[in-house]
């Protein structure tokens, strides 16, 4: 079955401090891959999307994910994390044409000022 | 602006009452999801419409029933069969899902509280 893990449930970091949020998928095939990000009671807001090309990709932010084909990994990082970014982050997936969204369970973030 | 509106924000439902979840989108997409959200459990997928006149059940689609009758209108009815129906229910919608390399767009979300 297709899955999505997040091994961290719950990451605390300092203001200023840099953040890497881990994701894994379990497919064969290079699937489409997404972070969004879900503030609390509100709905999720992308922050960016890998589909081919350059495996670092830029998001909104200043966010940046990898892309690591031979670790099946889509890694979330942020240089310098701000008390704003506190916030649950979903890794997804779409593998296959007409397939929906599989989404990890997600990250809780916690910033400390 | 172009979005996906979910209404209301909070809902209160007494037991054996069956209530029904407002999704309106005017970003003229033919994909529309409806997920359940609970702690700890990230999203799980209810039902989904790849068009109008269409819908599938998603992976949790017990207690659940939606309609599809305009394009930009997905409600979902959460109906008394729904043992557990207090989550955070969160509507979505994408262009289309034979077009694999776009995203889905998110509702506010609306809280569902049974008293």
């Known amino acids: 079955a297709q899955s999505v893990t997040q091994p961290d449930i719950h990451i605390t970091v300092s203001e200023g401090a840099s953040l890497e949020l881990r994701c894994n998928y379990s497919y064969g095939a290079t699937p489409y891959l997404f972070w969004y990000v879900q503030s609390p009671g509100q709905g999720l807001q992308l922050l960016l999307k890998y589909f081919s090309g350059d495996t670092l990709v830029q998001g909104i932010k200043g966010f940046e994910a990898e892309f690591k084909r031979s670790q099946s990994s889509f890694n979330l990082r942020k240089p310098s994390v701000h008390w704003s970014d506190a916030a649950e982050y979903f890794c997804a997936v779409v593998q296959e044409y007409g397939q929906n969204f599989v989404f990890g369970p997600g990250t809780r973030l916690s910033v400390l000022p | 602006d172009g979005g996906i509106t979910q209404s209301p924000k909070y809902l209160f439902r007494k037991e054996g009452q069956n209530v029904t979840l407002s999704c309106e989108q005017n970003?003229?997409?033919?994909?529309m999801y409806w997920y359940r959200q609970d702690p700890g459990q990230g999203l799980r997928l209810i039902y989904y419409s790849q068009i109008v006149n269409d819908f599938q059940k998603g992976d949790i689609a017990e207690g659940y029933s939606v309609s599809r009758e305009k394009k930009e209108s997905f409600p979902l009815t959460v109906t008394s069969a729904q043992k557990n129906p207090t989550a955070f229910y969160l509507c979505?919608?994408?262009?289309?899902?034979?077009?694999?390399?776009?995203?889905?767009?998110f509702g506010q979300g609306t809280r569902l509280t049974v008293v």
């Open positions: 979505a919608s994408k262009v289309s899902m034979r077009i694999m390399n776009t995203e889905a767009f």
């Open positions: 970003l003229n997409h033919d994909a």
